[in-house]
């Protein structure tokens, strides 16, 4: 089935530099990956997502890549602020019966100001 | 909207007993889906349904039984509770098609 390794498990960063997270997926008829951001204590919401028909998708300071050949997708943080402080997941749609996610196992993203 | 709803929001079992949890969305998505999210962990699919009176099991389903009577509602029924069912259980629903799962605020469940 569907394994989706993510990467680096945590990540600081100075306020106003760029964060990257990364995400490798193994089924290749994947189709949908959405990134969602989790603060504590609270639920899941989705910040951006990219369907396998486009490589790049941008979002104000959020953009998504996505390499269909090399099964990996990156979420790239521009201008870091003390509140995208977060752990965030990544996720692969199985394009099967229901659509189901697989999540990565997370990277808590620290802003020191 | 309420969106996704869940009760209740936190619940202490002993070793053994038996609850439901209860979701409900009013977006009248046909996909729900039912996640544990262990401490510091990702979420993992415990079951999930694509329309009324259909239901099927994700990654994780040992332990749990689902019901899908109705669009609006996906409850979770877990028997003869464990220490290892403690967890933060989310749901989520979403339209038909690949696309944004939307998540309810989750129920801390503790199994001593």
């Known amino acids: 089935g569907e394994n989706v390794e993510q990467h680096p498990s945590t990540l600081s960063v100075q306020e106003g530099d760029s964060a990257v997270i990364k995400c490798t997926y193994s089924?290749?008829?994947?189709?949908?990956f959405p990134w969602y951001k989790q603060e504590l204590g609270k639920r899941p919401q989705l910040i951006i997502d990219?369907?396998?028909?486009?490589g790049e998708k941008k979002d104000q300071r959020i953009a998504v890549t996505l390499n269909k050949t090399a099964k990996h997708f990156s979420l790239h943080i521009t201008e870091t602020q003390p509140e995208d402080s977060a752990v965030y997941f990544c996720a692969a749609s199985i394009p099967e019966y229901g659509n189901k996610l697989v999540f990565g196992a997370g990277t808590i993203l620290r802003v020191k100001s | 909207n309420a969106g996704v709803t869940q009760t209740p929001k936190f619940r202490i079992l002993k070793i053994g007993q038996s609850m439901t949890l209860q979701c409900a969305q009013d977006?009248?998505?046909?996909?729900m889906y039912w996640y544990r999210q262990d401490p510091g962990m990702g979420l993992k699919l415990i079951y999930y349904?694509?329309?009324?009176?259909?239901?099927d099991k994700g990654e994780v389903p040992n332990g749990y039984n689902v019901s899908r009577s109705t669009t609006e509602d996906f409850p979770l029924r877990l028997e003869l509770a464990a220490p290892s069912q403690t967890s933060v259980y989310f749901c989520?629903?979403?339209?038909?098609?690949?696309?944004?799962?939307?998540f309810g605020p989750g129920t801390r469940l503790t199994v001593t």
């Open positions: 989520a629903s979403s339209p038909t098609g690949p696309g944004e799962q939307y």
């Open positions: 349904s694509v329309g009324a009176g259909i239901t």
């Open positions: 089924d290749s008829a994947s189709n949908y």
């Open positions: 977006m009248n998505h046909n996909y």
């Open positions: 990219i369907r396998s028909n486009v």
